[in-house]
């Protein structure tokens, strides 16, 4: 699979992004929390960039229980929709 333009230029800056989404997040929350960004177009077979500040196996479970939780019909917090 070779990688578009936009991905690349997505991934060469996704730790930067990350640092400066860790101190965003920690100025709202008050302290250090996990998170995990996954940066994709809507191409088909289009590259997923990823960057988190947690190892990969705690990300793997968080988004297992994030997508069990959509499967079993959790409800969407609205406030949580961005309008494209």
């Known amino acids: 699979m070779s990688l578009a333009t936009p ?3 997505i991934s060469e800056q996704l730790q ?3 640092e400066g989404l860790n101190k965003i997040l920690e100025e ?3 302290q250090r929390m996990s ?4 940066v ?3 191409e088909a077979g289009s590259r997923m960039n990823y ?3 947690r190892d990969r196996a705690d990300v793997a479970a968080a988004m297992k ?3 069990k939780g959509w499967e079993e019909g959790m409800p969407d917090i609205k406030a ?3 309008d494209s």
């Not at 998170?35 to 996954?38: E, G, I, N, R, T």
């Open 16 to 18: 930067s992004i990350a």
């Open 51 to 53: 960057v988190s500040n």
């Open 35 to 38: 998170f995990s960004l996954v």
């Open 80 to 82: 949580h929709k961005l």
């Open 28 to 30: 709202v929350a008050g």
């Open 65 to 67: 229980s994030l997508i």
């Open 40 to 42: 994709f177009n809507a």
């Open 7 to 9: 991905d690349k230029k």
